[in-house]
């Protein structure tokens, strides 16, 4: 039985009114921070959690650094150590305390720490979380707390120097910091230092909770029994009462507690267990726990605890086409739909509480059930996880090691070691957590890219087998162990594209499209057992192209905006493609809006042609959700929060039921696919238009059931008869599923030719703006097609559709949520359509 995971909170002391308490204090380290080049120039104030940069613009003392190209302006930060200090009291409260400890967590990367001038802490791993007892320096007023930060490059150049040959992905595999802050093909480099997070100090007599993590021990309909491993450490030999409480019942154990650190576990029982489940399978039920820790009716210690009851497997098993790689949560298959996510900002302390949840909204609906947390970021903050718990979505958790090779060394294995133990401890409790992978194409990159080249069969012997310690040995032994049932998966994918097993077993990489400068149709054929990763690049929202940028940089090649986009080949990639399938617009503004067309248009049909082959194929994510900075990349999300094209495109290509339409032989084919958790009675109904408005045919056909084990043709029509006679280059396909009581569950506009090829006639879009209670609602309507309608306005808000087709004659409303209230909202809207960038 797997294990069952949960949310934890350490309370902080309470009143027990009758009863005396000494519970814990657990207070965070909150007051003014100053920080300063090292041994230069004068403090300055910031506030905390900080990095080197952001302190520094808040300070006036460097421009945006997002801003043109100011970026290559500030690489000198890199180079310098920087210092922060505080001052802070402490109270009496706390001070008479047996045990008093600071806590540090986000210390940005090698840092030495003081207080009161002694030197309580030397870290050298951003991931880490580090405990100093801290008693014996401390005094009641005026401590001073201390924090020298070393230069990551010059700090990890000896050992670099040492190695005596060059790891693949340079001197950043030295260092236990965020990878992609040394620059990435859609990322700026930015290698600074600073406190990503509060310190805390925690204040305890007699006992303390270290950590607590609620599992299942079986489960049924009827009964799910609960099991809380806790860890504590205790100066006194006594017996304590566990109170173990969810909602109004309650389980009591008596237990025997010992002098130092130890492990115990106490049992509870739930009727009729509500299970969580992912996004469309169901509601991601949670419960609240409560463990309350008594010696003689005084309080020792409490925890809360929040935690759903399912069940996670990845199935990897031969089959006749090879292996299978998919996700059973509660024994049922999944077909997971979704993204790879990287941080929100290249500067971590600046993301704000209201930017996860508003992300997290975002992925909900967009219809997604899973995110990758990718390995060259960071182990997301505790609010992301929470988000995902509670709007069910699963979450494949990279460890944070990717594209290189790592180096061997004792110290370099203990360190790895003691982060993966403590994020694993920190991450089991969520129930979102299905997937550990050791890294993000290490193998592929070490097999496939070349690297064994440029060492001798010495040098790659030992850079293999550290590997092999790493992602074979240590990671997937504390998985296992500590875990809590969660599978591992040494790399992703199994194998690159250049090995003929990736498109039958394991997950995989395709870019075949976009690097090898493959057709999107490509994408039709290359279906592998799970596509965890493809993409294609885009420019951002004009604005978001306005807010980095003067008029004068907005051109293709243009300083600025080659310093945002960051792959070598990006825009000549961009603008080869859209060569192919779509005219060359006439202005650097229509490219853009074109490039996100392109971009959509290419991921539609990576994401039908997975669903297509469902369940052959289980689970698609697409490279990549959203964006560190404002940049041209492979997002759908950009910088600013921004929807492109592609993500409204995601949004619909990803609802439970979809149509997935395809030519084969002169005959077009309808199929189907669905992720709801019962069989669906639908109606299909296929019509051809002009684009001009005559309809052609007009087909539909009652009571097709369609089942969500696999995908199935449930429409097939001769072309011929289909377009009656017309040429496909002026003809929509407008196909429609509806369930029995009429609801209409998919709509797909299918054209037989690519955007370039299509006879678009002229048309003139009206619009009829109308204030409503969320916002305004804004109605269209067009003689002929209009192709990707895109509406903007310089107002915050979002529109319900964007990017869309309006057929002939069609009225449709689209919604601009806003909390604005417009003085003359008749021109406060923008419209443009394929035809005018011709």
């Not at 992300?359 to 995902?388: K, T």
């Not at 498109?503 to 490509?522: K, S």
């Not at 002929?784 to 449709?812: I, M, W």
Request: glycine share 6%; net charge negative.
């Amino acid at each position: 039985m797997r294990h069952f995971l949960f949310l934890l909170f350490i309370l902080p002391a309470m009143p027990a009114f009758s009863q005396p308490t000494t519970t814990p204090i657990r207070q965070p380290l909150r007051t003014s921070w100053e920080f300063r080049e090292a041994h230069n120039g004068e403090w300055l104030p910031t506030a905390v959690p900080a990095s080197v940069h952001t302190a520094l613009l808040a300070n006036k003392k460097i421009e945006d650094p997002f801003y043109g190209d100011n970026e290559l302006k500030l690489q000198w930060i890199e180079q310098k150590d920087w210092e922060f200090r505080a001052s802070f009291d402490v109270d009496a409260q706390t001070l008479e305390r047996k045990h008093v400890e600071m806590v540090f967590s986000g210390l940005d990367t090698y840092a030495h720490v003081y207080l009161n001038d002694s030197l309580i802490l030397e870290a050298d791993n951003m991931f880490r979380r580090w405990q100093v007892d801290v008693k014996p320096f401390l005094k009641p007023t005026g401590n001073q707390l201390h924090i020298y930060f070393e230069s990551p490059l010059r700090k990890a150049a000896a050992d670099w120097e040492a190695l005596g040959y060059e790891l693949p992905g340079g001197i950043r595999t030295m260092t236990r910091k965020a990878q992609f802050h040394y620059g990435w093909d859609w990322g700026p480099r930015f290698v600074g230092a600073g406190i990503l997070s509060l310190p805390e100090l925690v204040a305890w007599d007699d006992f303390l909770l270290e950590n607590v993590f609620v599992t299942t021990q079986r489960v049924s309909e009827e009964e799910a029994v609960m099991v809380a491993r806790f860890r504590y450490r205790s100066d006194i030999s006594t017996t304590v009462v566990v109170s173990f409480k969810e909602a109004k019942r309650k389980s009591i154990e008596h237990r025997n507690i010992a002098v130092g650190v130890h492990e115990d576990s106490v049992t509870y029982s739930i009727d009729h267990p509500q299970l969580w489940w992912c996004a469309g399978m169901g509601e991601p039920h949670l419960y609240d726990f409560e463990l309350d820790f008594k010696q003689n009716g005084r309080l020792l210690e409490q925890a809360a605890v929040r935690t759903g009851v399912r069940t996670i497997e990845l199935v990897t098993e031969p089959d006749d086409a090879g292996e299978t790689f998919y996700f059973k949560l509660n024994g049922k298959p999944v077909f997971t739909k979704g993204a790879n996510y990287i941080p929100q900002d290249i500067f971590q302390d600046r993301v704000k509480p209201s930017q996860y949840k508003h992300l997290l909204d975002d992925v909900a609906a967009s219809n997604m059930n899973m995110l990758r947390v990718w390995g060259g970021g960071i182990y997301e903050d505790e609010l992301f996880y929470q988000l995902c718990d509670a709007r069910g979505i699963l979450v494949w958790q990279d460890f944070m090691y990717a594209c290189a090779m790592y180096p061997g060394s004792g110290s370099f294995f203990k360190n790895a070691a003691s982060e993966a133990y403590e994020q694993i401890e920190r991450l089991r409790q969520h129930p979102c957590i299905a997937l550990w992978c050791g890294n993000n194409e290490n193998n592929e990159a070490w097999h496939n890219w070349g690297w064994q080249m440029q060492f001798n069969e010495t040098q790659r012997a030992q850079i293999w087998r550290d590997y092999k310690n790493l992602f074979n040995d240590i990671l997937p032994t504390y998985v296992e162990n500590y875990g809590g049932g969660v599978p591992y998966w040494e790399s992703s994918p199994k194998y690159g594209r250049g090995n003929s097993k990736s498109l039958v077993e394991g997950d995989a990489h395709y870019w075949g499209v976009w690097h090898d400068e493959e057709p999107f149709e490509v994408l039709n054929k290359k279906v592998p057992r799970y596509m965890s990763e493809y993409g294609f690049q885009s420019f951002p929202d004009w604005a978001t192209i306005e807010a980095f940028s003067k008029p004068e940089d907005r051109e293709l090649e243009s300083p600025v905006m080659l310093n945002h986009q960051k792959h070598p080949r990006g825009n000549a990639l961009i603008a080869e493609y859209l060569r192919r399938d779509f005219r060359v617009p006439r202005t650097f503004e229509d490219f853009v809006y074109v490039s996100q067309l392109l971009q959509a248009e290419g991921m539609r049909t990576g994401i039908e042609a997975h669903r297509r082959n469902k369940p052959y194929c289980m689970g698609t994510l697409y490279w990549q959700l959203n964006d560190v900075w404002p940049v041209a990349s492979w997002s759908g999300i950009d910088y600013y929060g921004r929807w492109k094209a592609m993500q409204y495109y995601v949004r619909d290509a990803y609802k439970p039921v979809v149509a997935l339409p395809v030519v084969e032989d002169d005959i077009l084919k309808v199929y189907a696919s669905s992720d709801l958790p019962a069989d669906t009675t639908v109606t299909i109904q296929v019509r051809a238009l002009t684009l001009e408005g005559r309809l052609l045919s007009d087909v539909e056909t009652q009571d097709v059931v369609v089942q969500p084990d696999s995908a199935r043709m449930i429409w097939q029509g001769y072309l011929k008869t289909v377009l009656d006679r017309r040429k496909p280059d002026d003809v929509v396909i407008d196909i429609r599923i509806r369930d029995r009581a009429g609801e209409e569950l998919c709509k797909r506009l299918f054209y037989l030719v690519s955007p370039k090829k299509l006879s678009l006639p002229r048309t003139t879009v009206t619009m009829e703006v109308k204030q409503v209670t969320e916002g305004y609602a804004l109605t269209l309507e067009s003689t002929n097609l209009a192709k990707n309608v895109y509406l903007s306005t310089d107002v915050d808000g979002r529109f319900s559709d964007n990017y869309f087709d309006l057929l002939p004659g069609e009225r449709r409303t689209i919604l601009f949520r806003t909390n604005r209230i417009l003085d003359t909202p008749e021109s406060a809207f923008r419209l443009k359509h394929l035809h005018e960038t011709y």
